[in-house]
């Protein structure tokens, strides 16, 4: 069994920066591919972006390409996404997610552990 759990949510204003963290707790062999997903209102869960057991591959949503990085402290068992020149569109309930093994990144049903999420919001 694993355990995740977000925190670094806040409000913010546009361009401004936020990192999130994920702590794990549990089996580290069923972290293997740790990711992070959001759901804003009205709209569909999301794939962020997907990093493996050593960080050495990592993919990242088209629409936060190039403003979001993913990356994990396996010492820490936390995983990070920072999050930077945030915009009104980015603003949702963050998720930390993670499979025991290689799968599809962005299919959300691929996961096997959830964390409760953590609120984004940006202003304009």
């Known amino acids: 069994q694993v355990q995740l759990v977000e925190s670094g949510g806040g409000l913010v204003q546009a361009g401004d920066s936020l990192r999130l963290s994920c702590a794990a707790s549990?089996?580290?062999?069923?972290?293997?591919?740790m990711a992070w997903f959001r759901q804003a209102p009205g709209k569909e869960r999301e794939f962020v972006a997907a990093v493996t057991w050593g960080g050495g591959s990592t993919e990242h949503a088209g629409s936060v390409k190039d403003r979001f990085t993913i990356s994990r402290d396996n010492a820490k068992n936390t995983v990070y996404l920072q999050m930077n020149s945030l915009k009104p569109e980015d603003t949702a309930v963050y998720y930390c997610?993670?499979?025991?093994?290689?799968?599809?990144?962005?299919?959300?049903?691929?996961?096997?552990?959830w964390g409760q999420g953590t609120q984004v919001t940006v202003s304009s």
């Open positions: 549990g089996r580290a062999s069923s972290t293997f591919i």
């Open positions: 997610a993670a499979a025991g093994g290689w799968t599809m990144f962005r299919s959300s049903g691929n996961y096997n552990y």
